[in-house]
């Protein structure tokens, strides 16, 4: 700082005043970068009754649910499932959205041997054609190879028995731990479509891909890729998870999920994987690439110390909706829509109804009200995938300029 003064010192007010028009300029533009908006360019979806975001639409606009009963290809229900809610090794719950054939996948589609396919969590297999959807429908299928791209997977732990041969150890291959683990999952979509920017996987439970998007759009505005193919994936191969949320007393014995209702009783598990193509809106209006949604802003926190591990905290939750705001430049009364998280349950959905009217109903205009929802209903909880199917639902919205 002293020498910075010393430097000034001997300036006169001509040049003084031209220093002062270039910090100024440098300080708008670092502003304006960090808080550049960020073009969707193209999205794809997997979707419980719907295998791609034209089907997905069709289900919202129709109202209807994709839960029913847990299919045999997961697990024998019957062996699992009892009415007493408190009986240990069991659930309540047999109800879940789940997605059809997920044991179709063509590897040499993808370079892949069938060998190296068959330890591939599904998981991995349904991101990569997810991901290869969101690719073509942004036109962008011969042309991404080499690019700085970087790529934000939502995912969490392989319940894919099939690739390390569990209670098989004599079966495990060279293919059985890339084809489990979830750093892979993120790996491959770069491997495969030779993508070299930033490999993201990110595991923070229900928030993963939602937090997977904030990193992405971070990552954008600090420079550090060109484009950014963010997803999330979630699929229910085993009933241990289950059994464990019918314990926490999570899920719906009635099996619906009821957002926000005086009827929800829990909810439902859901599989499935949703991507989205990510550039600074600055690039994609240069470049003429057509522009899906609009992101301005973007905040992650944590809830801190509070009444549980588990347990909602309603003021981390002001805080983090708060910072969005401001990153986006918003005022709360401009917000006419909010897609909530709405899991049905009394606790989760009784906080975050206060947090939201703390934050965007107490100072609210009369006569503008603001519309809540949340897509849990159609398609029950997708967990880790969750927070791509509530975005591709506002897109749809804003697409269709319906709500």
């Known amino acids: 700082m002293a020498d910075f003064l010393d430097r000034i010192s001997g300036l006169d007010k001509r040049q003084l005043v031209l220093l002062a028009n270039r910090l100024k300029t440098n300080l708008e533009s670092e502003c304006a970068r960090q808080h550049a908006p960020i073009a969707i360019t193209s999205m794809a ?6 295998r791609d975001v034209d089907e997905f639409w069709q289900l919202l ?3 209807s649910h994709a839960t029913g009963v847990v299919p045999e290809s997961r697990w024998k229900i019957g062996e699992f499932f009892d009415s007493d809610v408190g009986k240990p090794g069991k659930m309540y719950c047999d109800h879940g959205a789940f997605l059809d054939d997920i044991d179709q996948f063509d590897p040499a589609f993808f370079g892949i041997s069938p060998q190296e ?18 690719i073509e429908n942004g036109g962008l299928a011969d042309r991404i190879g080499g690019s700085r791209t970087g790529v934000f997977v939502g995912i969490s732990q392989s319940t894919y028995a099939g690739g390390m041969s569990v ?7 060279v293919y059985s731990g890339a084809g489990n683990m979830c750093s892979t999952a993120a790996g491959r979509i770069s491997h495969i479509f030779g993508l070299r920017g930033p490999c993201i996987p990110v595991d923070t439970a229900c928030s993963s891909s939602l937090v997977a998007l904030h990193l992405a759009i971070q990552s954008l505005r600090h420079n550090e890729c060109e484009m950014a193919l963010v997803a999330g994936v979630n699929l229910t191969l085993a009933p241990e998870l289950s059994v464990y949320f019918c314990r926490l007393g999570l899920l719906s014995p009635t099996g619906r ?7 929800a009783d829990g909810y439902v598990r859901g599989e499935g994987c949703g991507a989205v193509l990510l550039r600074r809106l600055s690039d994609a ?3 003429h690439a057509p522009i899906v949604a609009v992101i301005r802003g973007s905040a992650v926190n944590h809830d801190g110390r509070g009444s549980g591990l588990t347990i909602p905290n309603g003021k ?5 909706i708060q910072s969005a705001l401001a990153d986006a430049s918003l005022d709360p009364n401009e917000i006419d829509f909010l897609e909530g998280q709405g899991t049905a349950t009394a606790l989760g959905d009784s906080i975050e109804l206060q947090s939201i009217c703390s934050t ?15 897509v849990k209903s159609n398609i029950g909880h997708l967990e880790t995938a969750s927070g791509m199917a509530s975005l591709i639902k506002c897109c749809l919205c804003l697409q269709h300029k319906t709500l």
């Open 45 to 50: 979806c997997r979707f419980p009754k719907a």
């Open 61 to 63: 606009q129709s109202g």
């Open 117 to 134: 396919a068959r330890r591939m969590d599904p998981q991995q297999r349904l991101l990569l054609e997810t991901a290869w959807q969101a």
């Open 167 to 173: 209670g098989r150890p004599d079966e495990i291959d």
């Open 257 to 263: 999920c009821r957002s926000f209702s005086a009827d």
């Open 285 to 287: 209006q240069k470049d």
């Open 316 to 320: 981390a939750q002001v805080e983090v």
């Open 360 to 374: 965007y109903v107490k100072q609210r205009q009369s006569g503008s009200p603001l519309l809540l929802g949340s």
